[in-house]
Protein backbone atom coordinates (compact mmCIF):
# COMPACT_ATOMS: atom_id res chain seq x y z
CA UNK A 1 0.00 0.00 0.00
CA UNK A 2 1.48 3.36 -1.07
CA UNK A 3 1.20 6.14 1.75
CA UNK A 4 2.58 9.76 1.44
CA UNK A 5 2.44 12.19 4.05
CA UNK A 6 3.15 15.59 3.80
CA UNK A 7 4.38 18.07 6.75
CA UNK A 8 6.08 21.65 6.52
CA UNK A 9 3.13 23.65 5.62
CA UNK A 10 2.39 27.08 7.10
CA UNK A 11 1.89 30.97 7.49
CA UNK A 12 4.69 33.24 5.97
CA UNK A 13 5.15 36.93 4.67
CA UNK A 14 5.57 37.99 1.18
CA UNK A 15 9.57 36.95 0.38
CA UNK A 16 9.45 34.16 3.15
CA UNK A 17 10.79 30.64 2.77
CA UNK A 18 8.86 27.46 3.71
CA UNK A 19 10.14 23.71 2.97
CA UNK A 20 7.54 20.72 2.35
CA UNK A 21 8.27 16.94 3.06
CA UNK A 22 6.53 14.44 2.33
CA UNK A 23 7.59 10.64 3.45
CA UNK A 24 7.27 8.22 0.90
CA UNK A 25 5.89 4.16 1.41
CA UNK A 26 5.03 1.26 -0.35
CA UNK A 27 6.16 2.57 -3.59
CA UNK A 28 7.36 0.07 -5.64
CA UNK A 29 7.48 0.88 -9.33
CA UNK A 30 11.10 0.28 -11.34
CA UNK A 31 10.95 3.66 -12.31
CA UNK A 32 8.87 6.38 -10.87
CA UNK A 33 7.37 10.28 -11.13
CA UNK A 34 7.20 11.93 -7.72
CA UNK A 35 5.28 15.29 -7.95
CA UNK A 36 4.28 18.22 -6.12
CA UNK A 37 0.56 19.54 -6.93
CA UNK A 38 -1.12 22.73 -5.67
CA UNK A 39 -4.71 24.06 -5.28
CA UNK A 40 -6.44 27.39 -4.36
CA UNK A 41 -9.75 27.82 -3.86
CA UNK A 42 -11.49 28.53 -7.12
CA UNK A 43 -8.64 27.04 -9.00
CA UNK A 44 -7.91 23.97 -10.63
CA UNK A 45 -5.25 22.06 -9.52
CA UNK A 46 -1.55 22.53 -11.21
CA UNK A 47 1.23 20.63 -10.88
CA UNK A 48 4.12 22.79 -9.81
CA UNK A 49 7.23 20.57 -10.13
CA UNK A 50 7.94 16.98 -10.42
CA UNK A 51 11.11 14.95 -10.77
CA UNK A 52 12.04 11.30 -12.17
CA UNK A 53 13.54 8.65 -10.47
CA UNK A 54 15.53 7.60 -12.94
CA UNK A 55 18.12 10.62 -13.21
CA UNK A 56 16.44 13.07 -10.98
CA UNK A 57 15.33 14.68 -14.09
CA UNK A 58 13.03 17.99 -12.93
CA UNK A 59 10.43 20.01 -14.35
CA UNK A 60 8.65 22.95 -13.25
CA UNK A 61 5.66 25.31 -13.76
CA UNK A 62 6.63 28.38 -15.24
CA UNK A 63 4.79 30.05 -12.30
CA UNK A 64 7.61 28.93 -10.11
CA UNK A 65 10.34 28.37 -11.77
CA UNK A 66 13.68 30.01 -10.22
CA UNK A 67 11.82 30.21 -6.86
CA UNK A 68 10.40 26.40 -6.19
CA UNK A 69 13.13 23.39 -6.17
CA UNK A 70 12.20 19.96 -5.79
CA UNK A 71 14.31 16.94 -4.43
CA UNK A 72 14.38 13.72 -2.82
CA UNK A 73 16.98 12.16 -0.04
CA UNK A 74 16.68 8.36 -1.36
CA UNK A 75 17.75 7.14 1.87
CA UNK A 76 15.09 8.34 3.45
CA UNK A 77 12.77 8.22 0.89
CA UNK A 78 11.20 11.92 1.61
CA UNK A 79 10.14 14.18 -1.27
CA UNK A 80 10.97 17.69 -0.51
CA UNK A 81 9.88 21.35 -2.14
CA UNK A 82 12.17 23.98 -1.00
CA UNK A 83 10.03 26.97 -1.59
CA UNK A 84 11.54 30.79 -1.93
CA UNK A 85 10.49 33.94 -2.39
CA UNK A 86 6.84 33.11 -1.63
CA UNK A 87 4.01 35.23 -3.41
CA UNK A 88 0.11 35.41 -2.36
CA UNK A 89 -0.47 33.75 -5.09
CA UNK A 90 1.51 30.55 -4.04
CA UNK A 91 -1.46 29.96 -1.15
CA UNK A 92 -2.84 27.04 -1.68
CA UNK A 93 -3.32 23.12 -0.38
CA UNK A 94 -0.43 21.41 -1.77
CA UNK A 95 -0.07 17.92 -2.39
CA UNK A 96 2.56 15.14 -3.16
CA UNK A 97 1.78 12.61 -5.68
CA UNK A 98 3.37 9.39 -7.25
CA UNK A 99 2.69 7.49 -10.75
CA UNK A 100 4.77 4.85 -12.24
CA UNK A 101 6.91 6.02 -14.92
CA UNK A 102 6.68 4.08 -18.30
CA UNK A 103 9.85 5.44 -19.99
CA UNK A 104 11.80 8.46 -19.19
CA UNK A 105 9.12 10.92 -19.08
CA UNK A 106 6.77 11.32 -16.78
CA UNK A 107 3.55 10.72 -17.09
CA UNK A 108 0.54 13.46 -17.42
CA UNK A 109 -0.29 15.13 -14.24
CA UNK A 110 -3.85 13.42 -14.41
CA UNK A 111 -2.23 9.80 -14.32
CA UNK A 112 -0.65 10.75 -10.97
CA UNK A 113 -2.56 7.91 -8.95
CA UNK A 114 -0.93 7.95 -5.33
CA UNK A 115 -2.05 11.35 -3.14
CA UNK A 116 -0.60 12.33 0.05
CA UNK A 117 -3.78 14.41 2.35
CA UNK A 118 -2.28 17.87 1.77
CA UNK A 119 -0.79 20.79 3.70
CA UNK A 120 -1.66 24.22 3.53
CA UNK A 121 0.58 27.22 2.40
CA UNK A 122 -0.15 30.85 3.14
CA UNK A 123 1.08 33.66 2.21
CA UNK A 124 0.38 36.85 3.06
CA UNK A 125 1.28 40.33 1.80
Known amino acids: QVQLVESGGGSVEAGGSLRLSCVVSGLTYRRSCLAWFRQAPGKERERVAR????????HYADSVKGRLTISKDNAKDTLHLKMNDLKPEDTAMYYC??????????????????WGQGTQVTVSS
Open 97 to 114: AAAQALGPGCPLASDYNH
Open 51 to 58: IHSSDDST
